[in-house]
């Protein structure tokens, strides 16, 4: 099964990004079966508010963060999507065939829109016919996404088949493969989800140190107030459990979760166990990030042979595309 996923480069990855969509990257490639494509969305992270200067380190940052946690190229396909030009160009071709009335329903635009309300581009509003284009491209028969994606996806499923019905079958209808990780919340406000908009205290990256996770659990809140009293603890409770990996941890979790139910949950026990967790789980991650950090040309070797292979398959359907709707002569 083609497998096909990306991430956009806008700073540090944090545990809601690993948990909400890298942990399943990681665990789909180990599967034989599975033929893994997974990219650098840089050019969906141009439609936010970002600084030019940084974002070329981002992107470097990105690919640095995939390789320590597991990804390719033994075992997937790691490129840059502005690299493959056939993304954009089946994007302008996809924007013929999604409706306005389509675009204006979705609502990760309506959400963004309101929080960048000085930049609200044509990118951002079109976001799902290159995120189409970026699936479709290359067959994919299944893509890794988190809830908040399920939309966009469904969107692309209809344009597939849009296309298909009016041209002649070129393209699957793509399959969602969800996280069996529920959304992890911010630290600092349970009620909301966790992202780095929230400022650094709010979320775990998974670049951080012990002594900064110990910190940040240490006065994340586990009492929301009013009738939302309990988020706070369901969301450290919930981001212990994405984190157990023994049948100790497993016994330990569930524990922590009776006296949760009881009232009679300790936090001064709970919260330094699960920094202890957190640190512990990427203390892996963290020794590959200093080595592949050493080696750089590794690292743009990795995106330069990953995107030669993306561009033979983009080619050929692009060209198969254009056949298909009477552009080649």
């Known amino acids: 099964m083609r497998i096909i996923s990306g991430a956009k480069p ?26 893994c494509w997974f990219f650098i969305a840089d050019y969906h992270s141009i439609t936010e508010d970002y600084d ?49 009335s389509e675009l204006e329903r979705m609502t990760q635009y309506k959400d963004k829109a309101l929080v960048q309300k000085q930049n609200v581009n044509v990118g951002l509003f079109d976001y799902p016919a290159l995120m189409a284009a970026d ?22 499923r209809d344009i597939a088949r849009r296309f298909n019905e009016k041209f002649g079958k070129i393209f699957p209808e793509p399959k969602s493969i969800l996280t069996e990780t529920p959304r992890i919340m911010s630290l600092t ?34 009492d929301a107030g009013g009738k939302d009293k309990r988020d706070g ?23 922590y979760k009776k006296d949760h139910e009881a009232g009679k949950l300790r936090y001064a026990g709970l919260k330094p166990r699960l920094a202890e967790l957190i640190a512990d789980y990427f203390a892996d991650y963290r020794k590959k990030h200093i080595e592949f950090s050493k080696n750089p040309d590794y ?20 060209k198969e595309v254009k056949q298909k709707i009477g552009l080649i002569i």
């Open 135 to 156: 699936i479709l491209i290359y067959k994919a028969e299944a893509v890794p996404v988190g809830e908040d994606q399920l939309q966009h996806l469904e969107l692309t």
């Open 52 to 100: 030019p200067k940084q974002k070329s380190k981002e992107i470097f940052d990105m690919a640095l963060d995939l390789l320590a946690l597991g990804l390719g190229p033994k075992k997937s396909v790691l490129f840059q999507q502005s690299r493959i030009n056939e993304h954009a160009n089946l994007g302008w071709i996809f924007n013929t065939i999604v409706r306005m």
């Open 299 to 318: 690292v743009k070797k990795v995106l330069a042979e990953g995107a030669e292979k993306a561009l033979a398959i983009a080619e050929k359907t692009l």
């Open 233 to 255: 603890g369901d969301n450290l409770l919930s981001i212990f459990n994405a984190f157990t990996q023994t049948k100790e941890e497993k016994t330990e979790y569930l524990s």
């Open 189 to 222: 406000d349970p009620l909301k989800k966790m992202s780095k908009s929230g400022g650094e205290k709010s979320y775990i990256a998974l670049s951080d140190s012990p002594e900064i996770i110990r910190e940040k659990i240490k006065i994340a809140v586990s």
């Open 10 to 35: 806008s700073g540090k990855l944090h545990i809601g990004n690993y948990l909400g969509s890298i942990k399943n990257w990681v665990k789909l490639q180990e599967d034989p079966k599975n033929e």
